[in-house]
């Protein structure tokens, strides 16, 4: 079994709060979030840093970041829109050796909740959570089902 946690989530054999998954990626809420619904997507193939992410599944990776924050901008989560970043390296912060995207939904006036946020860093109701974020998820896909039948 590989070393790497993000690796032992993907087979299954660590919990994670797991939001969205496909062929390529795997998104699941951040242990320690900075805001309600900080999401982490990461390539189900283990890269340490974006030098071994192939184009493809950097492409992807971003793909499923993006869905996620558009999915918190709706009923039922209510963001009003999102930061998407990669701490790529240890010189960037980068904590665990497998690359991840952040997904941190943001409101309004939250700098001061979002300063608090970097230090504090408490998980809040992680199923409810996660919940909402696979609700926002659906949502998604149900609006674009409802496109294409009346496009």
């Not at 990626?25 to 805001?35: N, S, Y």
């Not at 189900?44 to 492409?59: C, F, P, Q, V």
């Not at 979002?114 to 659906?138: K, T």
């Amino acid at each position: 079994m590989s070393e790497c946690v993000f690796c032992r989530i993907v087979a299954g054999a660590a919990p994670a709060h797991r939001v969205y998954e496909d062929d390529t990626v795997c998104a699941f809420l951040d242990i320690r979030p900075i805001t309600r619904g900080h999401t982490l997507v990461i390539p189900r193939n283990h890269a340490t840093d974006l030098s071994e992410l192939d184009a493809e599944t950097g492409a992807e990776l971003f793909r499923a970041g993006h869905r996620i924050a558009r999915a918190v901008q709706g009923p039922a989560f209510a963001a009003d829109g999102a930061n998407l970043l990669i701490n790529d390296g240890r010189a960037a912060f980068q904590t665990v050796g497998h690359v991840h995207l952040h997904v941190l939904p943001r409101k309004h006036g939250d700098k001061f909740r979002f300063a608090s946020g970097l230090v504090l860093r408490r998980s809040r109701e992680p199923d409810r959570v996660a919940a909402a974020i696979r609700a926002g998820l659906a949502g998604l896909d149900t609006a674009a089902e409802t496109d294409t039948d009346t496009g």
